[in-house]
T-cell receptor, first 114, second 117 residues
């Protein structure tokens, strides 16, 4: 069964600190992995997208890593800001269908305190 | 500006009412999707469309129906709303996949928060 598991479920950090979110997946055949940021009451917004040949990708203070062999990914946030408070969702796409089906994790709820 | 829109953003209605959630995109995307998301849970695909006059059911069974008469418009209808339909509904769109390794990035609307009393 294709699954995406994220940890931790929730995380509280102080403003200015760094943090790392984890994602493990079993989706096969693998196409790409993306991290989305979802603010409360809003739709998800893409942060990074990586194919199996990409090990790391950055978007400002966000850096995602991918190990396609162990089927693990991480999202590192540097120098956190209050506006980083949101749910971060790991999403994996398969290449086994023309739809390019997406498999969603439940997200890590990040809260940044001043 | 190319974007994806959903209306209404919030809706509170009584049981048995018929409702339509609107979704429009100005990006010219052929593929469109409806997802359902409960608090703290993952998004579940309930409907999708490859293009005009194409609609398919997703992974999660839903009593809602959709239509795709125009490329830019993908409304979702509930004929008789029930409290079990209370959820957040997210619409998304993407270009046609350009091969098995294409990004197929989906762009999401802001969502409609539906509450059925």
């Amino acid at each position: 069964k294709n699954q995406v598991e994220q940890s931790p479920q929730s995380l509280i950090i102080l403003e200015g600190k760094n943090c790392t979110l984890q994602c493990n997946y079993t989706v096969s055949p693998f196409s790409n992995l993306r991290w989305y940021k979802q603010d409360t009451g809003r739709g998800p917004v893409s942060l990074t997208i990586m194919t199996f040949s990409e090990n790391t990708k950055s978007n400002g203070r966000y850096t995602a890593t991918l190990d396609a062999d162990t089927k693990q990914s991480s999202l590192h946030i540097t120098a956190s800001q209050l506006s980083d408070s949101a749910s971060y969702i790991c999403v994996v796409s398969d290449r086994g269908s023309t739809l390019g089906r997406l498999y969603f994790g439940r997200g890590t709820q990040l809260t940044v305190w001043p | 500006e190319a974007d994806i829109y959903q209306t209404p953003r919030y809706l509170v209605i009584g049981t048995g009412k018929k409702i339509t959630l609107e979704c429009s995109q100005t990006m010219g995307h052929d593929k469109m999707y409806w997802y359902q998301q409960d608090p703290g849970m993952e998004l579940h695909l309930i409907h999708y469309s490859y293009g005009v006059n194409s609609t398919e059911k997703g992974d999660l069974s839903s009593e809602s129906t959709v239509s795709r008469i125009r490329t830019e418009h993908f409304p979702l209808t509930l004929e008789s709303a029930r409290p079990s339909h209370t959820s957040q509904y997210l619409c998304a769109s993407s270009e046609q996949q350009q091969g098995p390794f294409s990004y197929n990035e989906q762009f999401f609307g802001p969502g409609t928060r539906l509450t059925v009393l």
